[in-house]
């Protein structure tokens, strides 16, 4: 089992930049694949960023390609969402996941394949 508590989030303008972390706890390191969700008020939870187990595959919602990065670092059991050029439309609550995940280079896509869930931590672009 893995506890997992994301940090980095705050009000930033926008085309402003904010970087999100996730710490994990528990059984970690690379046994997981990770993922960075939001949700928006009356909106469901839609995967923003993907990377596997080694961190050498990534996935990016269309929505904010080009414009955010996820990474990890498993000696320090950690995931980053770093967030640039950022809209009003980016604004939610941001909440890691993590996925048990066979595969070193597997990426989970869907809210179902995660197994644990950070609390979130609110992100809100002004205009």
């Known amino acids: 089992q893995v506890q997992l508590e994301e940090s980095g989030g705050g009000l930033v303008q926008a085309g402003g930049s904010l970087s999100l972390s996730c710490a994990a706890s528990?059984?970690?390191?690379?046994?997981?694949?990770m993922g960075w969700f939001r949700q928006a008020p009356g909106k469901e939870r839609e995967l923003v960023a993907a990377i596997s187990r080694s961190g050498s595959n990534t996935y990016y919602a269309d929505s904010v390609k080009g414009r955010f990065t996820i990474s990890r670092d498993n000696a320090k059991n950690t995931v980053a969402l770093q967030m640039n050029s950022l809209k009003p439309a980016d604004t939610a609550v941001y909440y890691c996941?993590?996925?048990?995940?066979?595969?070193?280079?597997?990426?989970?896509?869907?809210?179902?394949?995660?197994?644990?869930w950070g609390q979130g931590t609110q992100v809100t672009v002004s205009s």
């Open positions: 996941a993590a996925a048990s995940q066979l595969s070193v280079y597997g990426l989970v896509i869907t809210t179902q394949g995660y197994d644990y």
């Open positions: 528990g059984r970690t390191g690379s046994s997981y694949a």
